[in-house]
């Protein structure tokens, strides 16, 4: 509880020149059904399947991973909602961290295609929720920018927005070691958990040749196929490549992927 408490203070003081994104936050993690639903959708990820953590804190991370990229990168590139003429900065942070909140809800139905379910299960929370923000036809429009930043958080599924791209990478960033600490403790030890147990810090800051620069900290070398396995294919589908800087350390040294292929 202490850690979801920290993470939703640091996402509404990163709001605080956002009243709308703010606001749009309050709506969605005060939501009792929707906080339901993300309850629920890690019962199936963690108990029944045996995966990394799907529930409040992963979705806080994401939002808060969101934020930040969001942040950086729109110091030098418009995202789609302003691009597109259809808002401000502000309305393409509610976009962006709408999604980033709801992107796994879909495991309430089951992991296979959980993008799918998820913006399924999305449309109808976000249609009550939105009426307090937009009136037709802008709704729609928030609302279309908001359900493809879901379906495309899925590393199969190309990004066509720079919302959809910043939720994308925002989820990839969320592997440090916390996230394996639920299936690794039920005795699940594989690849995917020793990984993300070698992966200790994750950090988003403003980059200096590119706009966005994501720093992953490992203690051993097992943590290269949490980057590249989850973050390195997301950021291949974002649209955003190329504006990413990707720096990964082991202990004070920096080492290259290319030196792990094959």
């Known amino acids: 509880m202490e850690k979801e408490t920290e993470l939703s203070n640091e996402i509404i003081n990163l709001l605080s020149e956002y009243p709308k994104a703010r606001k749009m936050f309050s709506e969605l993690y005060s939501n009792k059904t929707i906080r339901t639903y993300i309850d629920?959708?890690?019962?199936?990820?963690?108990?029944?399947?045996?995966?990394?953590?799907?529930?409040?804190?992963?979705?806080l991370i994401t939002t808060k991973n969101a934020i930040l990229i969001h942040k950086y990168l729109t110091e030098s590139l418009k995202p789609s909602v302003v691009s597109e003429g259809l808002g401000t900065l502000d309305d393409s942070l509610l976009v962006t961290i709408s999604a980033a909140y709801l992107h796994d809800i879909g495991h309430n139905v089951?992991?296979?295609?959980?993008?799918?379910?998820?913006?399924?299960?999305?449309?109808?929370?976000?249609?009550?929720i939105l009426v307090k923000f937009y009136k037709e036809p802008t709704l729609?429009?928030?609302?279309?920018?908001?359900?493809?930043?879901?379906?495309?958080?899925?590393?199969?599924?190309?990004?066509?927005?720079?919302?959809?791209?910043?939720?994308?990478?925002?989820?990839?960033?969320?592997?440090?070691?916390?996230?394996?600490?639920?299936?690794?403790?039920?005795?699940?030890?594989?690849?995917?958990?020793?990984?993300?147990?070698?992966?200790?810090?994750?950090?988003?800051?403003?980059?200096?040749?590119?706009?966005?620069?994501?720093?992953?900290?490992?203690?051993?070398?097992?943590?290269?196929?949490?980057?590249?396995?989850?973050?390195?294919?997301?950021?291949?589908?974002?649209?955003?490549?190329?504006?990413?800087?990707?720096?990964?350390?082991v202990g004070k040294k920096e080492i290259h992927l290319s030196e792990f292929d094959e």
Do not use: C
């Not at 089951?110 to 009550?128: D, N, T």
């Open 40 to 59: 629920s959708a890690n019962l199936m990820a963690v108990k029944r399947l045996g995966y990394n953590d799907h529930g409040i804190i992963h979705s």
């Open 110 to 128: 089951h992991r296979e295609i959980h993008y799918m379910w998820s913006v399924i299960l999305a449309e109808p929370l976000l249609q009550k």
């Open 140 to 249: 729609i429009y928030i609302l279309s920018h908001i359900l493809h930043a879901i379906y495309t958080h899925d590393e199969a599924v190309e990004s066509l927005t720079v919302e959809a791209g910043i939720v994308k990478i925002a989820d990839g960033s969320d592997i440090a070691e916390g996230r394996s600490r639920i299936p690794f403790s039920l005795g699940k030890i594989d690849i995917h958990s020793v990984s993300a147990l070698a992966v200790k810090r994750v950090l988003i800051t403003r980059g200096t040749k590119k706009p966005v620069k994501i720093i992953v900290e490992m203690d051993n070398p097992a943590g290269i196929f949490q980057v590249e396995y989850i973050l390195g294919r997301k950021m291949e589908t974002s649209g955003l490549d190329q504006y990413i800087d990707l720096d990964v350390f």
